[in-house]
């Protein structure tokens, strides 16, 4: 929760009503482990270690390469059924089933391979297990060009140049090969409207995907 003077309140605003979504979610289903991949310094898997309804011999594994940020989150978060890992998944991946639901917030933008990464984290899941996605950008074939010219010209900006090379834009086709479920869906009329009013809502959708 920041001050809405902030440079980065619009973002935490949105990463407010998302995370609200997926705790009323996740309260309806019986998930007793949880991944949270690429959890940085560990806020959302504190969110969901802390809620009521998370079974008593349940556990809620941070997952993060970045190491400096991890040792913040066990920091911080030192909670009971709470646990950071260091691991890239997509070089030595949990072992098969080992997780309920599997939630990447904020993160796929970091990974080359949309459609890589998913293959890997299904096979970690149990059998009637869920894979969330949600704030992050997914681009039609048309925009993902522009998105990418974008991305470059701001890491210009900043004197960051690298950081674009390690900045990665997918689009709703990498999801094709999967039986997915659009949670949310961004409306740009009502965020339109919601400016208005001095609200915002998230620009990015929120997708399910099912391990059967």
Known sequence: YLSSTHSLSAEWEFRQQ??????TYLSQRRASRILDLGCGNGWLTGALARMPHLS??????????NLPELQQAARVFALAKCQFVHIDVTLT????????CIIVNAAIQYFPH????IQILLKMLTPEGELHLLDS????ATSVDGASTRSKA???SINCEDMAAHYFHHT???????????????NRYRRYILRLLGRKETPFPWVKIKKT
């Open 56 to 65: 008593k011999d349940g556990m809620v594994v941070g997952a993060d390469v």
């Open 154 to 156: 701001y890491y210009a």
């Open 114 to 117: 949309l459609t890589t990464l």
């Open 137 to 140: 950008p997914l681009y039609t």
């Open 18 to 23: 998302s995370t609200a979504r997926l705790l």
């Open 93 to 100: 991946p949990f072992p098969d089933n080992s997780f309920d």
């Open 172 to 186: 709703w086709q990498d999801l094709a090969p999967f039986t997915h479920e659009v949670l949310y869906v961004p």
